[in-house]
């Protein structure tokens, strides 16, 4: 069984940083396309950064420049280091495996919640 366990989220005012991790366990990590996503009150979640197993990258645009998603296959973990944090950037996050149509493999962990204060 996959288990994915998010951790980093806090509180943190605008402008500020978080990284946030994500452990994989249940599945071979190396294989997977892998991404983070949050979901905001009352919207729809969103893949906002990807991942592949080479390492290439990909960003929502609204988030180009101030995340970075790096992976360590060897640790089974996922990182998104979110740098010059705005108010929209509220949310919970929450890591999968991305499949064809951006859209998670796995159930979903509890995420976690990113908060920035104006």
């Known amino acids: 069984q996959v288990q994915l366990v998010e951790s980093g989220g806090g509180l943190v005012q605008t402008g500020g940083s978080l990284r946030l991790s994500c452990v994989v366990s249940?599945?071979?990590?190396?294989?997977?396309?892998m991404g983070w996503y949050r979901q905001a009150p009352g919207k729809q979640r969103e893949l906002v950064a990807s991942?592949?197993?080479?390492?290439?990258?990909g960003y929502k645009d609204s988030v180009k420049g101030r995340f970075t998603i790096s992976r360590e296959n060897a640790k089974k973990t996922l990182y998104l280091q979110m740098n010059s944090l705005k108010p929209e950037d509220t949310a919970v996050y929450y890591c999968?495996?991305?499949?064809?149509?951006?859209?998670?493999?796995?159930?979903w962990g509890q995420g976690t919640q990113v908060t920035v204060s104006s």
């Open positions: 999968n495996a991305v499949d064809f149509r951006s859209q998670g493999v796995y159930s």
């Open positions: 249940g599945t071979i990590f190396s294989i997977n396309l």
């Open positions: 991942i592949t197993t080479a390492g290439t990258t």
